[in-house]
């Protein structure tokens, strides 16, 4: 009876009912976060695992059994459970106000730093508290101190401390991000590190170290913001004598095909006075700065001579009578089995042009003006996917042909870029319609290659084909064909 009156006995019943109890709420809990994937699983396992128990503990040494909480173990366990409460709450904070923040918002863009030092500040008070509470230290007299400590401190490095603060308070603003792009003047690059003291930009040829308290005072400019944005504008200069509209006609031409250029955008070019010519387009990043310079500036080398413009006043001979005879002699003819008079009809009507790697030949849907025989390099066709993706169709290398279809007036079968610099002898379709014209046999042989062209890119087109995966149907879409052309000579690949 005198048990029952006991204060320890209803101590002993509760921790002996509560703790399997709040064992089991707190394992079902972490199941169900771990299942939803949740920031908080981590916590609730502390909570269950180490927290309880100890706490448990605790209760049942100076609840239960009477031991005086001054004892050194009771004081060292409550040390212990005061940390491990120190270590929930901050992680507990960390994962619900911080990590689980939407993208724009404020507590997602505060700076590590400010975190660090909450998390300082919290465990300081902590251990204060454990230290008056639990080990009865006065600690109103270290407060003091270090307050007049940090007073005088401050007053002999306010320069150096100001300089910190707004830094701080520059990145509290947070006008960049990690990966972003900075302009500052005398660096430009990509933001890889932000710490207390300073930002680490990649400049590509090297790392510059900016001091916070530097771009706190000073103005730059933020390349990446907003995103999407970031536009290139290249100057190039052509002869007086070039009309300005060709002139920019083919710079926006040739920027549209730059890899690099954002998607939906135009590029633009207009002339600028002394025949200088502006072009500018958008890039996805700043990223793509250096490589759409050197491949736009190198593209417009070969398509200004292409298109017999004069790009910093130069002319272009390579297409030179002789150069043009080789051609058509070990390309054409045996392509279309010219015999030397016709070589001979189209000396005056062919010309040697040139395209830079990965340069466009022929656009996809378009109705080419002649055909294109390919005298050196090789060319890959493409064809462009029902959802938007390009697949690889096959490749001609030299003494293969492009622009079959310019006979019929129809829109290419499949897009066309150079691998590598490509050598090409062009000749319209009005000087060819005349040959293929008094051949039946050849004109049927180009019938039934378009033909098959058409099957084949359709069915890269839609991934499927009887028989064969996806990827077998389109590698095998062009091949060589073989068939009977002037006089059983054998056709050359083709588009």
């Known amino acids: ?34 299942r939803r994937n949740s920031r908080m699983t981590r ?14 503990l605790l209760l049942l040494l100076v609840k239960a059994s009477q031991i005086p909480a001054g004892d050194v173990p009771v004081r060292m366990l409550t040390t212990l459970f005061g940390f491990l409460v120190l270590l929930v709450v901050v992680s507990g904070l960390n994962a619900t106000v911080f990590e689980g923040a939407p993208a724009d ?26 230290l008056s509470w639990v080990w009865g230290v006065r600690v109103g007299g270290l407060f003091t101190a270090l307050g007049v400590t940090s007073v005088v401190i401050g007053l002999m490095l306010q320069n150096s401390v100001g300089q910190i603060v707004s830094g701080l308070f520059m990145l509290f603003e947070q006008p960049f991000r990690i990966n972003d792009w900075l302009d500052t003047g005398t660096a430009k690059g990509r933001v890889v590190e932000v710490n207390w003291r300073a930002v680490h930009i990649d400049t590509g040829s090297g790392m510059r170290i900016m001091p916070n308290s530097m771009l706190a005072t000073t103005s730059f400019t933020n390349l990446s913001r907003p995103p999407g944005t970031h536009k290139l504008s290249l100057t190039t200069t052509f002869s007086a004598a070039d009309p300005p509209d060709r002139v920019c006609a083919l710079l926006t031409r040739t920027a549209s095909g730059l890899p690099q250029l954002a998607t939906g955008v135009v590029p633009r070019s207009v002339p600028v006075g002394g025949a200088e010519y502006r072009t500018s387009f958008a890039l996805n990043s700043p990223a793509d700065d250096g490589g759409a310079r050197s491949t736009f500036l190198r593209w417009i080398w070969y398509a200004a001579r ?85 697949t690889v169709i096959g490749t001609l290398a030299e003494g293969s042909f492009l622009g079959l279809t310019a006979l019929t007036r129809q829109p290419n079968l499949a897009g066309a870029h150079a691998l590598g610099e490509v050598t090409a002898l062009e000749i319209d379709r009005e000087h060819l319609e005349p040959l293929v014209m008094r051949e039946p046999v050849l004109l049927q042989n180009f019938g039934r290659i378009i033909e098959e062209r058409r099957n084949k890119v359709r069915q890269a087109r839609c991934g499927e084909r009887a028989g064969e995966t996806p990827v077998k149907a389109a590698l095998s879409v062009v091949h060589t064909e073989r068939g009977p052309a002037r006089h059983g000579a054998p056709m050359q690949r083709s588009q």
């Open 1 to 34: 009876m005198n048990a029952w009156h006991a204060p320890w006995f209803y101590w002993a019943i509760g921790i002996a009912v509560g703790f399997p109890l709040a064992l089991i709420v707190l394992t079902e809990l972490g199941h169900n976060l771990a």
């Open 105 to 130: 918002s404020w507590r997602k863009r505060l700076p590590g730093i400010f975190l660090d030092v909450a998390r300082f500040a919290v465990i300081g008070t902590g251990v204060a508290l454990m």
């Open 306 to 390: 292409r298109e017999g413009l004069h790009l910093d006043g130069a002319d272009d001979d390579y297409s030179t009578a002789e150069r043009v005879e080789s051609a058509l002699r070990t390309v054409v003819a045996p392509a279309l089995r010219l015999s030397m008079d016709e070589q001979r009809l189209l000396h005056s009507r062919a010309r040697l042009v040139r395209y830079g790697a990965d340069e466009i030949v022929e656009y996809a849907g378009q109705v080419p003006a002649g055909m294109t025989f390919l005298v050196a390099g090789s060319v890959q066709l493409t064809a462009t996917a029902d959802d938007g993706s390009v």
């Open 43 to 56: 916590q609730v396992s502390l909570l269950r695992n180490y927290l309880l128990p100890l706490g448990a």
